[in-house]
């Protein structure tokens, strides 16, 4: 036992969002019980995506509680399936995440069963056995039911020995840090952290004094110019103006929840001073229209929404029906927002399938693209993509706006912490990729005694007023797969190959670089004869609803 770890102290695994931004789940054990903070679906990469199917490292049976932090499905799409396999305790949270989980897990579902029979149907893997949901409709409605609100700033009992109350996170609506105190120490799990001055929502808050903080690092390595509403709105119309000027369509990937409503907000109020011509504006989301009723619900909650009708506008049209949906490929001057916001799953790739190739018109990303997603690869530049099985040129016009955010950048992240403070034992950086968790824990290496960067798998004993103390390795098998992997380097490799095979300009000798590259994975073959083949059963389909902003 480490020298410094408090026997009966209470102890947390990280089993997801370590070293990545997806996954978000931690169980906190004490004294014969275990409570999860969120239990999310990874996204991403086909291998971060594959960990969705394995068995979960607790019995569901033996958790206590769920306390989750909000909707999004990176925080909690694999309820369902913790569900199914036997988990029969209540789900806390906000009653506004609560109304929020009905329609994004049952969307989840459907997205799940469409990936896989979508994905089994694919040409290029008539070799491959069928790929199976990891979990249906069915299983996300009655996980759904397992919601339990309650109030923010309220102390509630999620299992015997824990006291636990939620704080506004402002990151979308419901959202909520936790506060938890167990075995004498007390805890904060950030959630996702929203920016200050952000649309809809007041800054976040929570109180000061803890034993050990979990806090997000998404945006730990960048900062954002301070950018008012108006000013944001103005970049959206000269976004909006530029792109219809072209003749083409304005490609916006949107997460079903808040990103939408943040932008039918700005457009609302664009249109209603005529800061806009009257644009043909169309919310191709079943979930997104969904969504913007229960926002439509809370209302009185909200910010900056009176007067606006910025869920009613006659400009705004949902597409519920999928032979909507595809009219809107013959489309030209149109603005199409479609989920998902990192273009892993949903009608998104259809319209991207249409919309790239074309010169004249316009995708534009509002939101975080994860690295390894093809929202991140078309981001950084990719003259082609890999989009459902086929090879398409990016010749759209490619922009983005930073400035919609849901989450705190890397100042607003420190005076976060700083709030926080005295932290007497540890600061957990989670929820961000290495490269941002290292840039955040250099400037906030002062905030606590020690300061950690978690793996996934790693259990941490937590001691009341000390340091925390290492109590169980972590997953050494998965530090190829936490941003791109071998499947993302294959489709760029794919995507481009023709292009390259073109450009060497004869015949005979492209045919000889093909050759080359036949004898080259012949070659490693026969120097690895014990190597096996995934298990292609195993790698599920992507995606899996609204993702996190």
């Not at 019980?33 to 979960?56: I, K, T, W």
């Not at 913790?82 to 609560?98: D, K, P, Q, R, S």
């Not at 390894?372 to 016009?397: E, F, H, K, Y």
């Not at 005694?449 to 098998?477: H, M, N, Q």
Request: charged share 25%; with cysteine.
């Amino acid at each position: 036992m480490a020298a410094d770890q408090q026997v009966g102290a209470p102890t947390v695994t990280v089993h997801g969002a370590a070293r990545t931004v997806t996954g978000s789940c931690y169980e906190i054990r004490c004294g014969g019980h275990a409570v999860l903070v969120d239990c999310g679906l990874f996204q991403g990469p086909r291998s971060l995506e594959a960990l969705n199917f394995e068995p979960f490292a607790f019995v569901p049976a033996r958790i206590d509680a769920v306390v989750l932090t909000h909707a999004h499905i990176d925080h909690s799409g694999l309820l369902p399936r913790l569900v199914a396999n036997g988990y029969e305790g209540n789900i806390w949270c906000t009653a506004a995440t609560g109304d929020l989980l009905a329609p994004m897990l049952a969307d989840a579902g459907r997205i799940q069963e469409w990936a896989a029979e979508r994905r089994n149907r694919r040409p290029d893997r008539r070799d491959q056995r069928p790929v199976d949901p990891i979990y249906t409709e069915a299983d996300a409605v009655t996980a759904a039911m397992r919601g339990r609100a309650v109030a923010l700033e309220s102390w509630f009992e999620p299992a015997p020995g824990f006291r636990a109350r939620l704080w506004n996170a402002g990151h979308i609506l419901g959202s909520a840090s936790v506060e938890v105190e167990v075995g004498g120490v007390r805890l904060l799990f950030s959630g996702d952290i929203g920016p200050e001055w952000k649309s809809l929502h007041p800054d976040p808050s929570a109180p000061a004094g803890f034993d050990h903080v979990f806090c997000e690092s998404t945006y730990g390595d960048r900062g954002r110019a301070t950018v008012t509403a108006e000013e944001r709105r103005a970049l959206l119309a000269a976004e909006v103006r530029d792109a219809l000027d072209r003749g083409g369509n304005l490609v916006i990937p949107v997460f079903a929840v808040e990103r939408t409503q943040e932008l039918m907000l700005d457009l609302a109020v664009l249109l209603g001073r005529g800061a806009l011509d009257r644009a043909s504006v169309f919310v191709d989301s079943p979930l997104a229209s969904r969504v913007t009723g229960v926002f439509r619900h809370h209302a009185a909650e909200l910010e900056d929404v009176d007067g606006t009708g910025a869920f009613d506008r006659a400009d705004f049209h949902f597409t519920d029906a999928a032979i909507e949906s595809m009219r809107l490929n013959d489309m030209s001057g149109a603005v199409i927002m479609a989920a998902s916001g990192m273009c892993e799953a949903g009608r998104i790739r259809h319209h991207l399938l249409h919309n790239l190739p074309r010169e004249d018109s316009t995708i534009l990303f509002v939101g975080f693209q994860a690295a390894g997603t093809l929202g991140r690869t078309i981001l950084d530049g990719a003259g082609w993509v890999r989009l459902s099985g086929r090879d398409v040129a990016v010749r759209a016009r490619v922009r983005r706006i930073d400035s919609y955010s849901a989450h705190a950048d890397q100042g607003e992240l420190l005076r976060w912490i700083e709030a926080r403070r005295p932290i007497a034992g540890g600061l957990f950086l989670t929820h961000g990729e290495e490269g941002a968790i290292h840039a955040l824990a250099e400037l906030a290496k002062t905030a606590a005694p020690a300061v950690v960067a978690p793996r996934i798998g790693e259990t941490w004993s937590l001691p009341k007023g000390r340091k925390p103390a290492l109590a169980g390795e972590g997953r050494a098998d998965l530090g190829g797969v936490l941003s791109r992997d071998w499947q993302n380097d294959y489709a760029d490799f794919a995507a481009n190959l023709k292009g390259r095979l073109v450009a060497i300009g004869d015949d005979g000798r492209r045919r000889e670089a093909i050759a080359a590259m036949g004898r080259v994975l012949a070659d490693w073959r026969s120097r690895h004869p014990n190597t096996r083949g995934p298990r292609r059963d195993r790698v599920g389909p992507g995606g899996g609803g609204a993702l996190r902003a």
